[in-house]
């Protein structure tokens, strides 16, 4: 809800964004500083049911995975949005 109201999901990633797409296709373009953290792509949500969740990426072993988290948990500033510089 704050990255909708202050404007700042315009410049966030999502799974159609071709860098993330890249990141995909070849694991060796995936940053370091990314390795072992969950990267939330905040405008990819898909909805499930009654539930909504949002993709992320995470590194596991040699690749990363795309995993889909609840929207209903809670949140903390754990959980950053990585942004696109304006």
């Known amino acids: ?3 909708e109201e202050t404007k700042l999901i315009e ?3 999502s799974l159609e964004d071709d860098l ?3 990141w995909l296709a070849n694991t060796e373009t995936y940053p370091k500083e990314f390795k072992g ?3 939330f792509l905040w405008k990819s949500k898909c909805p499930s049911g009654s539930c909504r ?3 992320c990426l995470c590194w596991l072993g040699e690749r990363v995975l795309v995993r889909w988290y609840w929207l209903g948990r809670r949140w903390s500033g754990r959980h950053p949005a990585l942004l696109a510089s304006s």
């Open 1 to 3: 809800k704050h990255l």
């Open 11 to 13: 410049r966030c990633f």
């Open 20 to 22: 993330v797409k890249g």
């Open 37 to 39: 953290k969950t990267i």
């Open 53 to 55: 969740h949002v993709a």
